[in-house]
């Protein structure tokens, strides 16, 4: 009998009884699989002595990071969704790259450097969460952490901008807060 009824409550919880939240391990694998491709592309800018390219790969990290321990709270139920905190990112890594200070950067060309390096990492993580938004059986607390995901990272290349076209060795990705429903 407990068997039958743990095995009922095992099948309602994957099923997405409820409908709620039934697509945040999507979006947490989505995260670790952006992390990995993040990682990658760090090691590899690191090895060029890429500066921009390492601000870009270490605020992603950073961002995805603090993404992942937000989802992981919610999943374990620790908090309830609805913020992703700010954070500030260790640059010290990649400012020692160039042995010197690093020069300021024209904004148009900061903006479409950092365009092609995020370009490069973050489709993984986008593909996934536009498919979670436009599902037709999204829940609204799905959507909401979907969306309040999507745009947290998306945070990432403006600070990067920031910093290349102002370099102050300091660089932080803003809080987002959301609504899960009304």
């Not at 039958?4 to 391990?25: I, N, V, W």
């Not at 490069?120 to 309040?148: K, M, T, W």
């Amino acid at each position: 009998m407990k068997k039958g009824l743990l095995f009922a409550l095992l099948t309602a919880l994957l099923a997405g009884c409820g409908g709620t939240l039934k697509y945040l391990p999507i979006i947490d694998a989505s995260i670790e699989g952006a992390k990995g491709i993040t990682q990658a592309g760090k090691t590899l800018t690191i090895g060029d002595k890429n500066v921009p390219g390492c601000y870009v790969t270490c605020a992603l990290m950073t961002a995805l990071d603090t993404t992942k321990g937000a989802v992981d709270g919610w999943l374990k139920g620790v908090d309830p969704p609805g913020v992703i905190p700010a954070v500030d990112i260790d640059l010290a890594e990649c400012v020692v790259l160039s042995g010197e200070p690093l020069k300021p950067v024209i904004k148009g060309e900061a903006q479409v450097l950092v365009t092609a390096l995020v370009g490069g990492i973050l489709p993984a993580i986008d593909a996934v969460i536009r498919a979670v938004l436009n599902s037709s059986d999204v829940s609204c607390e799905d959507r909401a952490v979907a969306d309040g995901v999507l745009r947290y990272v998306q945070n990432v290349a403006p600070a990067v901008v920031q910093e290349l076209v102002a370099p102050d060795g300091k660089m932080s990705v803003p809080e987002i807060t959301f609504t899960t429903c009304p």
